[in-house]
């Protein structure tokens, strides 16, 4: 049992930490500024901002938030380094103070959300991303707003708290589509357990229609087909075909791009093993007229003979990149951060087991809170899906989840807990 004085020297000293690791996250975005990392995929994520009203064909297929985020970036620093380094710092600042909040949210004593915030900030895959610009950088942080608005509705109940829940998590999708399984196992979730009236359904549908329905109609007339969380056929042909390449004739425009997963060694300094596509020098042709629309895009990806032996070995390939992989670009081992962030990589398994066992331990006695549940389900979905070929980067929005699962299963349950995060199922 810890004594109330114990208690106030570990928030004292949780609070000490916090302000340690949010100057630490504003120091990583100066000392290494992220225009000085425009290459491949941030390079792409910057010229999309400025296209964002003429996009080229990667601008049609990412998702559009991001892109809207680095259109009003530039437009507010004049593309000036310090700003765009003090910008970027701030919201790496902000990002785990949104788990914090959400850990308040479901109940967590001030002093475990304290250590949630403190873990956050000091993980190093968490804060050395924030020196590129890649999707994950305002991914992280939406997901923490929507986890906090989550569990603000599980207290609240009322109608205005449920669309604050469908606003954000349609955010966190409009950033990036494989946060939906998430997404919709909170939603669900809430919808479940506050047994909540269909004018809710009718209204958070209708919000979430408006929120989708520009991007929809930009895609509509720039790919001939509505992809409102962006196109998802290049990268599933890509993984599909088993090539490593794909190279795209869409229309007049012409792109082309490999996985950087097929440079990684996910298993180093234990085993050179590499998946099989880095051997060969493959790559799969696409020739997409957009009067078509959808229609060559899934002649194309009908058109892959691929037996069911190269499905497996992909989907095994792919459990072995999430489990392992390092996170390309922010393992650059030649800086301290990424460094030390390439070889904590190993951790994340380890963790995910622990997290797991108490987890299912919970289920096991009927008792399904609504964090084990959700980060469970999504941790399986990233682990086991075979649509994409998995990078370590992929990794990166399940990392902050898997440390608020673990402060929830360490830490003493509090009374009311069980009352507002869970629903038990009882069986006749």
Same mark, same amino acid.
């Given at each position: 049992?810890?004594?109330? !004085?114990?208690?106030?020297?570990? %928030?004292?000293?949780?609070?000490? &930490? ?23 995929? $941030? &390079?792409?994520?910057?010229?999309? %901002? ?10 049609? =297929? ?32 902000? +990002? ?7 850990? !308040?949210?479901?109940?967590? #004593?001030?002093?475990? *959300? ?31 707003? #929507?986890?906090?608005?989550?569990? !603000?509705? +599980? ?12 606003? @954000?998590?349609?955010?966190? @999708? ?20 506050? !047994? ?11 919000? *979430?229609?408006?929120?989708?329905? $520009? ?11 509505? *992809? ?22 869409? %229309?007049?425009?012409?792109? %082309?791009? *490999? =996985? ?29 007229? $957009? ?11 009908? #058109? ?104 929830? @299963? ?12 869970? @629903? ?5």
């Amino acid at each position: 049992m810890i004594s109330n !004085r114990d208690g106030k020297s570990v %928030g004292r000293l949780l609070i000490a &930490l916090v302000v340690a690791g949010s100057l630490l996250h504003l120091f990583v975005c100066f000392q290494h500024n992220p225009l000085d990392y425009l290459f491949s995929d $941030p &390079l792409r994520h910057w010229l999309n %901002g400025s296209r964002l009203f003429h996009p080229d064909i990667m601008g049609m =297929s990412d998702p559009i938030l991001y892109q809207i985020y680095v259109y009003i970036l530039r437009g507010l620093t004049g593309d000036n380094r310090y700003l765009v380094a003090l910008a970027c710092g701030m919201l790496s600042v902000i +990002m785990p103070w949104t788990y914090y909040r959400a850990g !308040r949210e479901f109940d967590f #004593s001030k002093n475990g *959300a304290l250590m949630v915030w403190a873990l956050i900030a000091w993980t190093p895959s968490l804060f050395t991303i924030y020196h590129y610009l890649t999707i994950e950088t305002l991914l992280l942080p939406l997901i923490g707003l #929507s986890l906090w608005m989550t569990g !603000r509705f +599980m207290r609240k109940g009322n109608l205005d708290a449920w669309l604050a829940v469908v606003l @954000c998590w349609t955010l966190a @999708c409009l950033t990036k589509a494989t946060v939906v399984p998430f997404a919709a196992v909170c939603l669900l979730y809430c919808w479940c357990t506050k !047994r909540c009236r269909i004018e809710y359904a009718v209204t958070g549908l209708l919000l *979430a229609i408006m929120l989708l329905l $520009p991007n929809a109609l930009r895609t509509r007339h720039y790919l001939g087909f509505f *992809a409102p969380l962006g196109n998802s056929w290049i990268v599933k042909i890509q993984h599909y075909s088993g090539a490593r390449e794909i190279k795209v004739e869409f %229309g007049a425009n012409k792109c %082309g791009f *490999a =996985s950087p997963s097929v440079a990684v060694q996910p298993l180093a300094p234990l085993s050179p093993w590499v998946i099989r596509r880095t051997w060969e020098e493959t790559a799969v042709h696409v020739k997409i007229d $957009p009067a078509n629309g959808e229609e060559d895009w899934r002649r194309a990806y009908r #058109s892959l003979d691929v037996s069911w032996k190269e499905r497996s070995r992909q989907l095994m390939e792919n459990i072995l990149l999430f489990s392992f992989a390092p996170s390309w670009p922010d393992s650059n081992r030649h800086e301290w951060d990424g460094w030390v962030t390439h070889h904590l990589r190993w951790l994340w398994l380890p963790l995910i087991f622990f997290v797991f066992d108490c987890n299912f331990l919970e289920f096991w006695r009927r008792q399904f809170g609504l964090i084990p549940v959700a980060v469970t389900i999504f941790t399986l979905f990233l682990a086991f899906q075979n649509i994409a070929t998995m990078e370590g980067r992929y990794r990166k929005p399940l990392e902050p989840l898997l440390l608020i699962n673990f402060v929830w @299963c360490i830490m003493p349950a509090v009374s009311s807990r069980q009352a507002q995060t869970s @629903c038990s199922i009882k069986t006749v």
